[in-house]
């Protein structure tokens, strides 16, 4: 398969062709496995030191962007018919074609408009709300280490049989970070533990390399991946053990890997049609879901019961069934999906320039529902600057060789280097004194991973003596240390001597102290390569200490936290002592730590209530950070998880909302919802507050158009009873409908209580239950209040044009100027003000009310002028009603908390 080949296949990285992509690109992968590692270097025209930038860009023009759509993005006619399927947009349109079937022009044209405006509002609302979350995106990218060929600067002449003199051009390899996006076909990239496989590639070298492809193929373990070639491979390219996959990402050890296929030929883009998909809903989705058809129930309800009361006793069936069209529109609350993605999108952008990125907007309702927050020690209660304060041997004497040894294991592993190993590689004088590169050569390394807490590196020393040099967790090194070392000599360790070992660990640990032992072995039988099984027999050496010192914002965060209704608990892979200690200087109760080993064989259900009771976990591995996340859910709770780590993976996947930040490694970046540009518990804080402010407009909304359309059922109904004549004239219902609409429009724009904000806010159907029953049928109040004046001072039961304008004024000012009662559990414009944004409108809109009567549009609406005297009694009866409610919404709150 030559490159050309290679070319025809592979170009454009965009949307798959054909029903057998699949197929081929499984083809082309079986392909690659089964040659060896030069002969798919010279397929795609590369080499071992990688592609030289000119190449790497006219690949990229080739074959395309290294990516897919993950959320797909539909043309104009899908996201159109989409807007339009909506339930209620669906009824909206039902209306307004059988209005124009009855010849209802005014009434159809009124309906179309509003069905026009939800979309095209939406439609606006929903293009800036993801192109912000794109943006936002944008801002926190994912890299891959790849290997470039650079040419070298000193090129000498040719002094070969080439007789021509001409210079011979030398290259170089030369590591770079790219962004995952612009790799291509025949890149070379380098992995290690926490890394994204950033394409499907093919392992030209790997060193103890584990591969977690649950993405892919569902399974718990970690795969182990080598570099030789597969003969004969057939089958499921997942199956062969020199493949590795975009979607899947490293555990431990390090390759170097040839780039395959990019983009939509990766293995898991040809499965991107049937991966990517709605998202499950959140209990905030499923609420709105609820709501929506609730109100729909209620309206099919109401509206045939409207239709034969109005047939029966007016006689006019024609105008009974237009008037019952007319509630149908009514009671239908269009606007909830502009609503809806206008909190969003504000949410997004004021959290933005908070410093915390949305990468879900649907996120944010978690945000601000979160009453657990659970977090890593180090970077979050710490200042995440780790500093190397002691080098002792295994009496806590301080020891010169511990530190040498400790800084060439740092500076030889080619993994991870975390925070311990930078403080290590600051010791700068030890480069000096050490000259690592003249006096020392890498022979191999055995990489970290979680299992054995520990990693290593074999150098040789003059006379081509190998030393394997170990460092890691004090319990993981004791236990392949057989000697120790102190002063020069050497003793053999009896389990006796385990003891007395771990006084000096301790004390290091309680006073705060991180604690890691360093062993070496001197290597008899030198050999090329090393493996995990050579860690044995080893000499403990000594330890070094870091300090890794509490932020002076911590202990004020996790207070701020606290008094938002948030626990903060601790779940760290650190031993007990060192993070009782850091707890206790941010101003963390621990009575008791919960160990890793505590919860091993411990059931789901007393792991919860354990759960629900400790504070701080410590020394946990990755899976049992996800298991205590799991066991808090089962107690209803929303949880949070902060993390950057490779072990916090498993975490943010099973977190209600995960939180990792722009530094963290990749698996951590992308398991998360919410991006921190700041790791700190004080951004968190602020990033919480924004959540709940875009629940609670919301929710105002929601209580707002349940309470109206309850009330608005006892007065139709009762209004239909009685009078000979209907109450409001349809194409008035639809007015009074639309400028309701636009009132409600700024309620993203609008202020929350600190009060409300004071305490986590899940979806609670009761509390809106409840705003239905009492405050819908105190509305229905006022309107008998109106019809009693309009019939026994205005003559209204002789005048249908005059009742139903009178109806119509007190209706649009009764539920425009409600919004302000319901939106605080305060008293309003005294205790609390809305922003001037809803004032504005619902203050335009009472206003609009007033004046069409008198308008030139009052004959098109079937309107007439009021009289002087109705309009001075409007402000009394609005002055009680929103008495009336005002006391009765304290009630609701005194009574049952509701807010």
């Not at 690659?32 to 860009?57: N, P, R």
């Not at 899947?248 to 296929?261: H, P």
Request: hydrophobic residues 45%; aromatic residues 8%.
């Amino acid at each position: 398969m030559e490159l050309r080949v290679v070319n025809n296949l592979l170009r454009g990285s965009g949307r798959p062709a054909g029903q057998n992509h699949g197929a081929r690109i499984r083809a082309r992968l079986l392909e690659v496995s089964c040659m060896g590692a030069d002969d798919a270097l010279d397929t795609f025209d590369t080499s071992i030191q990688g592609l030289v930038e000119g190449e790497a860009q006219a690949r990229l023009a080739d074959y395309g962007p290294n990516s897919f759509a993950r959320e797909k993005k539909h043309g104009f006619l899908y996201q159109l018919l989409k807007r339009l399927s909506n339930p209620l947009n669906v009824l909206l349109i039902v209306l307004s074609v059988i209005s124009f079937v009855t010849r209802d022009i005014d009434g159809g044209v009124i309906i179309a408009a509003m069905v026009v405006l939800s979309v095209v509002l939406t439609w606006v609302q929903e293009a800036r709300s993801n192109n912000a979350a794109e943006k936002l995106r944008a801002m926190v990218t994912t890299t891959a280490t790849v290997l470039r060929r650079e040419e070298l600067d000193d090129t000498q002449p040719d002094t070969g049989d080439d007789k021509t003199g001409e210079p011979r051009i030398t290259y170089r390899a030369v590591r770079k970070q790219a962004p995952i996006e612009e790799l291509v076909p025949g890149d070379l990239v380098q992995l290690s533990a926490g890394d994204m496989i950033p394409a499907d590639v093919r392992l030209l070298s790997a060193k103890d390399l584990f591969i977690n492809q649950s993405a892919l193929t569902g399974e718990s373990l970690p795969v182990e991946k080598f570099a030789t070639a597969v003969a004969g491979a057939a089958g499921n390219p997942l199956e062969l053990n020199n493949l590795a996959f975009m979607g899947t990402n490293v555990v431990s050890g390090t390759a170097i890997a040839l780039v395959v296929m990019t983009g939509a030929n990766t293995y898991f883009g040809s499965l991107s049609g049937t991966l990517v998909g709605e998202r499950i809903r959140t209990s905030f989705d499923r609420g709105i879901h609820r709501f929506t058809w609730l109100m729909i129930r209620f309206m099919l309800v109401m509206v045939p019961l409207v239709l034969l009361i109005n047939g029966l006793t007016k006689g006019d069936w024609g105008e009974a069934f237009l008037f019952a069209l007319a509630v149908a529109v009514g009671l239908t609350p269009e606007m909830l999906p502009v609503i809806l993605s206008a909190n969003l999108a504000k949410g997004a952008l004021v959290m933005s320039r908070r410093k915390v990125i949305v990468k879900r907007l649907s996120s944010i309702q978690n945000f601000g529902a979160m009453d657990i927050l659970c977090t890593d020690k180090t970077g979050t209660l710490t200042q995440d600057k780790v500093f190397l304060e002691k080098h002792v041997d295994i009496n806590g004497n301080d020891n010169e060789r511990v530190l040498e040894l400790a800084f060439l294991n740092s500076y030889y592993q080619s993994g991870l280097r975390n925070l311990l190993d930078i403080a290590v590689l600051e010791k700068v004088e030890m480069y000096a004194d050490l000259h690592p590169e003249r006096n020392y050569r890498k022979v191999d390394e055995i990489p970290f991973d979680f299992q054995r807490r520990r990693m290593s590196v074999v150098v040789e020393e003059e006379h081509e003596r190998h030393l394997l040099i170990c460092k890691g967790a004090v319990e993981e090194i004791f236990s392949i240390c057989s000697q120790a070392e102190v002063e020069g000599h050497r003793k053999p360790l009896v389990p006796e001597d385990l003891l007395r070992l771990q006084v000096v660990t301790l004390a290091l640990n309680n006073d705060g102290f991180r604690v890691i032992a360093v062993a070496y072995k001197e290597i008899i039988d030198p050999k090329r390569i090393y493996s995990k099984e050579d860690e044995t027999g080893m000499v403990l050496l000594g330890y070094i200490a870091f300090l890794d010192p509490p932020k002076e914002t911590a202990a004020e965060a996790i207070a701020k936290l606290r008094a938002h209704g948030i626990q903060v608990k601790v779940l760290t892979g650190d031993n007990d002592a060192v993070t009782r200690k850091i707890c206790s200087q941010v101003g963390l109760e621990v009575e008791h730590i919960v160990l890793g080993s505590d919860i091993e064989n411990m059931s789901d259900e007393g792991l919860a209530d354990m759960a629900e009771e400790a504070a701080v976990f410590a020394k946990l591995s990755p899976e049992q950070k996800a298991r205590v996340i799991r066991a808090l859910h089962l107690k209803n709770h929303v949880v949070g998880f902060l993390g950057d780590g490779i072990n916090d993976g498993p975490a943010l996947k099973a977190a209600d909302v995960g939180i990792s930040v722009d530094t963290a490694v990749d698996i951590a970046k992308e398991s998360a919802d919410i991006i921190l540009l700041e790791k700190s518990l004080m951004v968190l804080e602020e990033g919480v507050i924004e959540g709940r402010k875009v629940f609670g407009n919301i929710v105002k909304y929601i209580k707002m158009g349940a309470s109206s359309n309850f009330g608005n059922m006892f007065s139709v109904l009762g209004a239909s009873i009685f009078l000979p004549f209907l109450p409001m004239a349809p194409i008035q219902i639809l007015v009074n409908n639309l400028l309701y609409d636009f009132s409600q429009m700024a309620i993203p724009t609008d202020n929350v209580d600190v009060e409300y904000l004071q305490k986590p806010r899940q979806w609670d159907l009761k509390n809106i239950g409840w705003y239905m029953l009492v405050i819908g049928p105190l509305s229905s109040v006022f309107d008998y209040i109106t019809f009693g004046i309009l019939i026994l001072f205005f003559h209204g039961w002789h005048n249908p044009a005059l009742f139903q304008t009178g109806w119509f004024v007190e209706s649009i000012l009764t539920q425009t100027l409600i919004v302000h009662v319901i939106r605080t559990a305060k008293v309003p414009f005294i205790q609390s003000r809305s922003s001037w944004a809803l004032l504005g409108t619902t203050t335009l809109i009472c206003i609009i009310g007033m004046w069409l009567p008198f308008s030139w549009l009052a004959h098109a609406f079937s309107m007439v002028p009021l009289p002087l005297t109705f309009l001075l009694i409007m402000p009394l009866i609005m002055v009680a009603y929103i008495a009336l409610t005002q006391w009765a919404k304290s009630r609701l709150v005194r009574r049952f908390g509701l807010n």
